[in-house]
């Protein structure tokens, strides 16, 4: 059966970073993940380990068959078969691939957390998902999406790219 609301988040900060989350979306078109929505880019500051580039960010709406592990598995095969390597945890990047929920589902296991474990902290993450679906609710405690955004500290910049900004 195919769940039609999953939302990745697509992020680079090393090399040409919008040709990386391109090839992302292209990969993961080409293996049982149908794009059917994306956001704006958003170009973001880095969170965690602050001595590196800047981001950019992005989040799409899925369809898939994949179950949430398969599609974990998934994009670790896509983020490694474009370049990244194994590195310090928040370190640079050539791309990274995050579900950030998968339809209503509640999963909290070793491999897998859904809804991500730092959506609601994370502008970068937040700001692009709501940009494709504004009324979204946590299926933690039924919350807005868009109040724990208003809550959030706004320190971190992040912005939203316009075409003159976009390096295509």
Known sequence: METERVFLSLGANIGDRAANIHRAEVNLAENKVKIVARSAMYETEPVEQEDQPWFLNMVIRVKTDLSPLALLSRCKEIEFRLGRKPGPRFGPRQIDIDILLFDNAIINTDDLIIPH??????????????EIEPQ???????????DKLRRLNKQKKVQKLTKELLPY
């Not at 979204?136 to 868009?146: G, K, Q, W, Y």
């Open 117 to 130: 474990p730092r959506l609601t902290e994370r502008r970068f993450m937040l700001l692009p998902l709501l």
């Open 136 to 146: 979204l609710i946590d299926p933690r405690d039924n919350v807005a999406f868009s």
